[in-house]
């Protein structure tokens, strides 16, 4: 059965530091999301991303969050200047159509850590 | 603020019965309505989505929506120890570009 996949499983790094967490979309999907999780917290919204561009991002994404589909298969979610508060369980999905009209299947998600 | 409430729990109930999962939301333009299950440490899982008022039943599963009093529901009959998990209710917005809106979850727990 397809699955989105995420690398890598568990990151851990430095305050300031950069992080780059990787997603592999089911083949034939459209849509791609981040979404994460605060350990104890609900699942919060990131960003949406179709046809090469950001299609919403909440208030969560600010400028040192960026997205990026570099090839046909991955989908990228940078962190520039890590923080402690960025420490999150992150997912990413997609679907074939928008997420609401369509399932979104979430793959199993990198938990970040900041030191 | 476009909240997503529901009843943190535990909800306890014993193998064999009825588990009953409430939600409740505040954007009266959400559009589309999901039910996700989590376990521990893992990623949302679909169980099911409903888009209109009234009941959907899917195998062992109903939801149950009520537009007008924005409130949400899924019946688990036949409750197993593998129901166990915490159950987050979503939403999404009429106009939304795949922004699911998610509650913070109950968690059930089925006992032997």
């Known amino acids: 059965e397809p699955e989105v996949t995420q690398t890598p499983s568990h990151q851990v790094t430095q305050m300031g530091q950069e992080v780059i967490l990787r997603c592999v979309p089911i083949s034939n999907h459209l849509y791609f999301y981040w979404y994460r999780q605060i350990l104890g917290q609900k699942v919060e919204f990131l960003v949406s991303f179709y046809n090469n561009e950001i299609s919403e991002k909440s208030e969560i994404f600010d400028d040192q969050f960026s997205v990026e589909r570099p090839d046909g298969s991955n989908f990228t979610l940078k962190i520039r200047s890590t923080k402690l508060e960025d420490s999150a369980m992150y997912f990413c999905?997609?679907?074939?159509?928008?997420?609401?009209?369509?399932?979104?299947?979430f793959g199993q998600g990198t938990r970040l850590t900041v030191v | 603020q476009k909240e997503v409430e529901q009843n943190s729990g535990p909800l306890s109930v014993p193998e064999g019965a009825i588990a009953s999962l409430n939600c409740t939301y505040s954007d009266r333009g959400s559009q589309s309505f999901f039910w996700y299950r989590q376990y521990s440490g893992k990623s949302p899982e679909l169980i099911m989505f409903i888009y209109s008022n009234g009941d959907k039943e899917d195998g062992r599963f109903t939801a149950q929506l009520n537009k007008a009093s924005q409130y949400v529901s899924l019946l688990i009959r036949d409750s197993q120890p593998s129901d166990s998990a915490t159950y987050l209710c979503?939403?999404?917005?009429?106009?939304?570009?795949?922004?699911?809106?998610f509650g913070k979850g109950t968690k059930l727990s089925v006992k032997p």
């Open positions: 979503a939403v999404n917005r009429w106009g939304s570009q795949g922004n699911l809106i």
């Open positions: 999905a997609s679907s074939e159509a928008l997420a609401g009209r369509t399932e979104a299947f």
